[in-house]
């Protein structure tokens, strides 16, 4: 009878230690995109609380939609980031090395570029030698400050959802 006890007794132990090591399972991702933002509420619309860069690993809390609600680590910003931005893959970077090894593949990056990396868009260029890149590549380097963002969506009164601004 003893041991009966003593097995429930252990089996319930074994049970809550599963199901605490389970609710404490935090997922980690990395930042797949050259830089990108932490937003108070999930829509690009929403106000910017932190900045990220490729390679960061940040601590998912909930997901919504195609929003995924992240915190730094360490204990820093929390908010709401694009799930385009993110990759469960984890992103090392090596310094000093002419290939920085990384999570993602070439193809995966060529993606998150649009599909042109250098060597993608030599080629492109190789068999379509009348098109002229000059203005795509000035395009390249604009910037659009988030304020100058919102202020050209309210001017045209383009209309958000519920929830803050476009998915």
Sequence with gaps: MTYIRFMIVGLVLFSVLC???????????SVQVKESEIRATPSFLGKIVAKVVYGDRVIVSE??????????????SQGWMHASA????????KSGQTNVLTGAGQDELALAGKGFDDQVE???????????????NMMETFKVAPEAMNAFLVQGEVGAPSEGGPQ
Aim: proline share 0%; net charge positive.
């Design 63 to 76: 997901k919504n939609g195609s929003w995924t609600k992240v915190s730094l680590k360490g204990g820093g």
């Design 122 to 136: 030599a080629s492109f260029a190789k068999q379509n030698k009348k098109l002229d890149y000059t203005w795509i």
């Design 19 to 29: 199901v605490s090591m389970h609710v404490n399972a935090e997922e980690t991702m």
């Design 86 to 93: 993110l990759t469960t893959k984890r992103i090392v970077l």
